[in-house]
């Protein structure tokens, strides 16, 4: 098969919660760094909300989280995962959010950056439509541009030395309007290893699992679309833009 993408590249992919990286990407995160290309996470919230358990404290829960992310983050090649611990269920497009993103741009460096489609906008489907999720969306947009590239943004950033970044593309996942199919049919059992890590997440793993597949082969594109990719089993889909 050959390589995703040509020269290797790094990439940065945004999350508002832990997992939402692993339901939304982590089969193409597996292939791209078994390809050789560095991928780092950033979790912007604790996912502390995502409780079944009452009793635990939130500190529990956060840490928790985190450890599953570092071990979902493992099996799909990925060793840096920074953790920005904004309150779950709390986040608002404002100018400290997106100071604190394009901050984790410049200092990262990527070529491309993968996160939600702020496009997406048609309430179909509820975890997609999570507010942290729209929101992330939305700011990660407005810190890739112009603010990650602009000198004018942030001055107090440049002082200290961490100066201005421009990516070369973004690659939106959760898309309703695809134009990037990555094939990943050998990565898929990855996706499914990374996602069972989320333990205090998914009650039901089989089931986890078939909904997960069952979507990845029903976003396998037929006729004319799939060309020579016929023998494609799985895909995930992305809305790619480029500068
Ligand atoms: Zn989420």
């Known amino acids: 098969m050959k390589s995703l993408v040509g020269s290797k590249k790094k990439f940065l992919v945004f999350s508002a919660h832990p997992d939402d990286v692993d339901f939304g ?3 193409t995160v597996a292939r791209l760094t078994s390809e050789g290309n560095e991928v780092v996470y950033c979790i912007i919230t604790n996912g502390e909300k995502g409780v079944h ?3 635990q404290s939130k500190r529990a829960m956060t840490l928790m989280r985190e450890a599953e992310q570092r071990t979902a983050a493992k099996i799909a090649g990925v060793d840096e995962v920074i953790f920005l611990r904004q309150t779950d269920g709390s986040l608002e497009n404002t100018l400290a959010l997106r100071k604190m993103l394009t901050r984790v741009i410049r200092e990262a460096r990527p070529d491309i950056v993968l996160a939600y489609d702020p496009g997406n906008h048609a309430f179909d489907l509820f975890g997609r439509f999570h507010r ?3 929101i992330t969306a939305e700011a990660v947009f407005d810190s890739i541009y112009p603010a990650a590239g602009s000198l004018g943004f942030f001055p107090e950033l440049a002082k200290a030395n961490i100066m201005p ?7 939106f996942w959760g898309t309703d309007k695809p134009n990037l199919w990555v094939d990943v049919s050998k990565t898929m059992d990855k996706k499914i290893q990374a996602l069972r890590a989320h333990e205090s997440q998914i009650k039901d793993v089989k089931a986890m699992e078939k909904r997960m597949r ?9 006729g004319r679309q799939a060309g020579k990719k016929k023998r494609i089993k799985y895909v995930e889909t992305f809305r790619r833009l480029t500068f």
């Open 165 to 171: 970044h421009q990516i070369e593309e973004v690659w």
């Open 214 to 222: 069952d979507r990845a082969r029903d976003a396998v594109p037929t």
């Open 25 to 27: 990407c982590s089969a």
């Open 132 to 134: 942290d999720h729209r």
């Open 53 to 55: 358990n009452v009793r």
